[in-house]
């Protein structure tokens, strides 16, 4: 089983910036994709950053929202399965639980198989 783990979410005021972490525990043989999903109370939940590729570096290729590009920054740090989510210039628009997703590669049942995981998710406030 792969499991996520992610902290950092917070109350901030408008402007100001948090830093997300995510964490993935578990056989992984792996990692294909990491990213942040949000999803604010009576919305669909929407993809916010993502990170693909790079092999066993810490880059890869990185997509983002259009209504976060500029502001937010992913990254990550593949030897700890970890990945980042920089969030600068928060807006009140920003609020809502913050979801990591991974997919990838895991060992389990004495095969390979692919995972999907999630977090629990973290919640952030902006304050206006």
């Known amino acids: 089983q792969v499991q996520l783990v992610e902290s950092g979410g917070g109350l901030v005021q408008a402007g100001g910036s948090l830093r997300l972490s995510c964490a993935a525990s578990?056989?992984?043989?792996?990692?294909?994709?990491m990213g942040w999903y949000r999803q604010a109370p009576g919305l669909q939940r929407e993809s916010v950053a993502s990170?693909?590729?790079?092999?066993?570096?810490?880059?890869?290729?990185?997509n983002y929202a259009d209504c976060v590009k500029g502001r937010f920054t992913i990254s990550r740090d593949h030897a700890k399965n970890t990945v980042f989510l920089k969030m600068n210039s928060l807006k009140p628009e920003d609020k809502a639980v913050y979801y990591c997703n991974a997919e990838g590669l895991y060992y389990s049942r004495s095969i390979y198989q692919n995972f999907d995981a999630w977090g629990q998710g973290t919640r952030v406030t902006v304050s206006s």
């Open positions: 990170i693909t590729g790079g092999g066993s570096t810490n880059y890869g290729s990185t």
């Open positions: 578990g056989s992984i043989v792996s990692m294909h994709a």
